[in-house]
């Protein structure tokens, strides 16, 4: 932006740090705005660790061009226009950040490159809608990732963050007449991936979860440990959508189909027969993180995650992700058999 303005006092310490050269003073103003531009470029990207990455080349770029920064535009304006085209720039780089046809028609597309987002790692002091639930569950970062990288940009910062058309044609270097066109071909996209869900990002949204959700995810839970398949089963909506990833071809969207397939490939038989767990939350939305263990291991050994898509009390999304070697998930490694199960409240 190019409007004439008097920076604030973080963009007026922004500017004394670029011009005296000093990386260490320069690192402690920008750092405050790591966790909100980590969700911005996760939403572009999809990818945990992805979006960590960018969010590095991001303050790579801004120590680079931080004699650039003037003060014409709110600081956070330019942190989020060089977030952005970093994302960009990766994505044009990179064939395999496209949804991929699921291998039956009917079954639409997949994700394999998804990521569950800690939440944890999302900002204490929200902007706006930074980290409304609504739009960091996995259905919505889903849905997203089914439109152009452009156009993805472009909905984000006008649909999510708020921002008006000429910002966003300004960061994307646009006309507004394409970022306008650009968000009505983004808004018919997500309408068609997201049937039956709101679609207006920027009222206010729930943050918490519902006891109806908490209830869920205990008899998720007390199934496995029980080896109860039968419970297991009576949780799951007939329509049930499942995907385990990063596996590729593993989409279902039956609960029929998805337990004859766990059944398949030995769930609640011996050697995926003893199974504690954690209730937990991710993207905002109810998991499970699921350990087993094995024919004589003392212990129970992190084995995956579970994140539910809770609908009248019953589940209608199950997306596992495999939890292995993912620090970032500030999940224990191992449970001792000699403890009581926990439960992360």
């Not at 990002?201 to 398949?229: F, I, Q």
Request: charged share 30%; aromatic share 8%; net charge negative.
């Amino acid at each position: 932006m190019t409007d004439a303005r008097r920076p604030d006092d973080d963009e007026a310490a922004f500017i004394a740090a670029a011009r005296s050269h000093d990386a260490a003073r320069f690192a402690l103003i920008t750092e405050r705005y790591r966790r909100e531009l980590q969700v911005h470029c996760y939403r572009m990207l999809a990818n945990y660790e992805d979006a960590q990455d960018m969010t590095q080349e991001t303050f790579l770029r801004v120590w680079n061009k931080r004699e650039s920064f003037k003060g014409n535009a709110a600081l956070r304006t330019w942190l989020y226009r060089i977030a952005t085209n970093a994302c960009l720039d990766f994505l044009e780089k990179r064939n395999d950040r496209t949804p991929v046809p699921a291998e039956l028609p009917t079954e639409g597309s997949e994700v394999g490159y998804l990521q569950p987002y800690p939440d944890r790692m999302l900002p204490e002091d929200p902007q706006e809608s930074v980290v409304a639930r609504e739009t960091i569950e996995l259905a919505f970062i889903v849905a997203v990732q089914h439109l152009p990288p452009r156009q993805r940009a472009v909905f984000i910062l006008r649909d999510v963050l708020g921002w008006p058309a000429s910002k966003a044609a300004d960061a994307l270097e646009l006309t507004v007449a394409s970022v306008t066109s650009a968000l009505q071909r983004a808004r018919v996209t997500m309408r068609e991936q997201l049937p039956g869900r709101r679609l207006d990002w920027r009222s206010p949204a729930t943050h918490e979860l519902s006891d109806d959700e908490r209830g869920v995810v205990k008899s998720y839970m007390d199934a496995h440990e029980r080896n109860d398949l039968d419970g297991l089963t009576a949780l799951l909506r007939d329509d049930l959508r499942f995907a385990m990833l990063p596996d590729p071809g593993t989409l279902i969207v039956t609960a029929k189909d998805a337990v004859d397939g766990w059944v398949t490939h030995g769930l609640f038989q011996r050697g995926y027969d003893d199974w504690r767990c954690i209730a937990t939350t991710v993207n905002r939305m109810p998991a499970a993180a699921l350990y087993l263990r094995a024919p004589g291991d003392p212990e129970y050994r992190l084995f995956n995650i579970a994140v539910l898509h809770i609908v009248d009390g019953k589940i209608a999304e199950l997306t596992g992700f495999d939890a292995t070697d993912k620090p970032w998930l500030d999940l224990p490694p191992t449970l001792s058999s000699a403890k009581d199960p926990i439960v992360d409240e």
